[in-house]
């Protein structure tokens, strides 16, 4: 399996709700990686995960909770989230420190009503 | 921290054509430089990358060259075909310390007109 996976493809939320993002890689990467997209813009890094620890904290909000159960596995809680949170959602993989090829997966598009 | 720019953000070419695309980094620590192209919709797929050991690396129709004196390095793309047309990213990174954060540059949106 060289693919880097996420579900769901589409979420539609309330700002009160409490829903979660899914990744899995089955490529036997180490470090593992949440990023942001709005509209027209660059990926925007949120979190770094390496060897299932938490390694960068790109002082994104609480209301954003990322977690890596293995190291397959990658997951971002969402929870009172705002209208501006609505994004393209990417997670993305890499074999491990110091090679840094990244692989991204198809992406979460999110929108918070 | 790491400052990429990009330039252009809007680059249309005959199909045929050459199109290139150019970024400068202003950290002397990075090292490692990969290009990304996104198609509407669609994830970023790694296209080519280079490291600062090498000048210029090659595959098939895309070329990478790499200026480390200048801080620059470029994306080349020879013979554009309808399926070029893409947003293209440029990153940057220090590889050396395990740093896996790349900073990305603002992209180029690239149309190959038929």
């Known amino acids: 399996d060289t693919e880097v996976t996420q579900t769901p493809k589409h979420l539609v939320m309330g700002m009160t709700n409490k829903k979660s993002l899914k990744c899995e890689q089955h490529m036997g990467h180490r470090a593992m990686y949440w990023y942001k997209q709005k509209a027209k813009k660059p990926p925007e890094l949120m979190f770094v995960?390496?060897?299932?620890?938490?390694?960068i904290n790109e002082s994104v909000p609480s209301r954003f909770s990322p977690e890596c159960p293995n190291s397959s596995l990658l997951n971002l809680h969402l929870h009172a989230l705002q209208p501006e949170d609505s994004a393209l959602y990417l997670c993305?993989?890499?074999?491990?420190?110091?090679?840094?090829?990244?692989?991204f997966g198809p992406g979460t598009r999110l929108t918070v009503l | 921290g790491e400052n990429v720019e990009q330039h252009p953000s809007t680059l249309s070419v005959q199909e045929g054509d050459s199109a290139v695309i150019k970024c400068t980094y202003s950290?002397?620590?990075?090292?490692?430089f990969p290009w990304y192209k996104q198609e509407l919709g669609k994830r970023p797929q790694l296209i080519i990358d280079?490291?600062?050991?090498?000048g210029e690396k090659k595959d098939q129709r895309i070329a990478v060259t790499l200026n480390k004196t200048a801080k620059h390095f470029s994306l080349h793309i020879t013979e554009t075909q309808p399926e070029d047309s893409a947003v293209y990213f440029c990153?940057?990174?220090?590889?050396?310390?395990?740093?896996?954060?790349?900073?990305f540059g603002t992209g180029t949106r690239l149309t190959i007109i038929p």
């Open positions: 950290d002397s620590a990075s090292n490692y």
């Open positions: 280079i490291r600062s050991n090498v």
């Open positions: 990153a940057a990174t220090d590889a050396n310390f395990g740093n896996e954060k790349l900073t």
């Open positions: 993305a993989s890499s074999q491990e420190r110091g090679r840094n090829e990244q692989f």
């Open positions: 995960y390496s060897y299932e620890k938490l390694s």
